[in-house]
Nanobody, 119 residues
Framework: VQLVESGGGFVQAGGSLKLSCTTS????????LAWYRQAPGKQRELVAI???????KYADSVKGRLTISRDNAENTVYLQMNNLNPEDTAVYYC??????????????WGQGTQVTVSS
């Protein structure tokens, strides 16, 4: 496993969680890093992506609530999630690949971490 996620869990609506994903330096410095999520019965979707220069893209549904960031010293990418709602419930995956952000453009995937938001 080249991407290791942590930080998922159970939270009430309106609450916050912070996901972390640590990888090797080689993967960290040569790829854009992203968070995806997949809810039951739905396709995996891009939540947020950040390239090596710090450019970011977000899904419209999470803008203003979720923030992607990276710590270059720790080879770690984060997803700060605020004001969560039940529609955010999903398995969240860390990925590394190209800035296009399409699922097929990502070369490395983490194992996923469950986020559950209760109403």
């Amino acid at each position: 496993v080249q991407l290791v996620e942590s930080g998922g869990g159970f939270v009430q609506a309106g609450g916050s969680l912070k996901l972390s994903c640590t990888t090797s330096q080689k993967i960290f410095v040569t790829n854009a890093l992203a968070w995806y999520r997949q809810a039951p019965g739905k396709q995996r979707e891009l939540v947020a992506i950040m390239d090596r220069d710090g450019r970011t893209k977000y899904a419209d549904s999470v803008k203003g609530r979720l923030t992607i960031s990276r710590d270059n010293a720790e080879n770690t990418v984060y997803l700060q999630m605020n004001n969560l709602n039940p529609e955010d419930t999903a398995v969240y995956y860390c990925a590394a690949g190209t800035y296009i952000g399409a699922v097929r453009s990502m070369n490395y995937w983490g194992q996923g971490t469950q986020v559950t938001v209760s109403s």
